[in-house]
């Protein structure tokens, strides 16, 4: 047996084919996912430790039900957990208010209106991603941390939510007169074209993870927006591209991210997903990202971006303030040992 035949019997998800080829081998695959599982095991031994393996869907839309219940909350949002659950994704049309909507873009508007003539006064002439750090205030506030949605999420994880990245106001536009494919891309049709975006279908971090996407302007089919693959989450999928090839001959079609302004969808980490570009079409959408406590982001430039207007931060409740403790740490002190840092066991304070 050559080398060649070799390898490929002991990592089968590195065989190419018409459906798997180049940085695309993603696969669906139950024998292909199980090699890349066994090789790359990490993300199974994530989902396990943080007790996010099995949907539980039975018991989670039981809980949330007891407690829309006894909170006498409105059940809207009782139907989407279901399909949350089930599908990996799913689309709230109008949950937000256009005032509540239209105050956020008041508040940033001199953000917006900087970073996009930035992008567009660039000499990249296929795609535009522009990322927007953001300052703390009150119109973000009700956003990012909307009591319901908060609710909504930690019924769907089955634990305590936590923010995982900071939030993120995103500009895209693409300029390219049909959509990018992954055959394309593997063949180098775009080696001298720079792409800015994830225009390629792929998934995120497993281990309870959840993107909530506000839509700030209206956006239908013809408009550049994301997909996400209904029903992908219930696989043990890979970190690598998937073709398109093999999205496909997948069981469902792609569920398109389109609505209204203050529309709302969710995709959680193991749901793959993808932006599809709409020639001159332009998409502005806010990203806020959620977990169990895996994956929290650390940046101090960020940390200072959030409180560089002064925002009274004692507004925040408790409970809310608790969510953002792992990007926004709490005060306190604090011990290192063994170059971990841990809250202090032993305060020579006297009280």
Known sequence: MNIRKLTQYIFPHKINDQNHYGSFIGSFNFIRQLSWNLFHPNRIINRIRWKTLFSLTNLKIKKYKKYLSAENKDKKLLSKLEIFLNQGGVLVNKYFSKEKIN???????????????????????????RIMDLYLSDSLIDLWLDDELVKFIECFIGNKIYAREYPRLIYTKYMLDGHLTSKNEHNGKYKNTEINGPYFWHVDHSAGHVNLHILLEDVDMNSTHMQFL?????????????????????????FHCIGEKGTIYFHQGNTLHRVLGRKNSSRLSLIFSFSVGAGIEMNCKKIFTLLSKNFEIK????EKRSILKGILPLNGINDIINGKLGTQKFSEIIF
């Open 230 to 254: 209904p029903e992908s989450n219930k696989y043990f999928n890979t970190r690598d591209a998937y073709s398109d090839e093999t999205v496909a001959n997948f069981k469902n079609k792609p």
């Open 103 to 129: 105050n956020f873009l008041n508040e940033y508007k001199d953000l917006i209106h900087n970073k996009k003539n930035l992008a567009e006064n660039t000499n990249n002439k296929a795609s535009i991603y």
């Open 315 to 318: 507004k925040i409740s408790q």
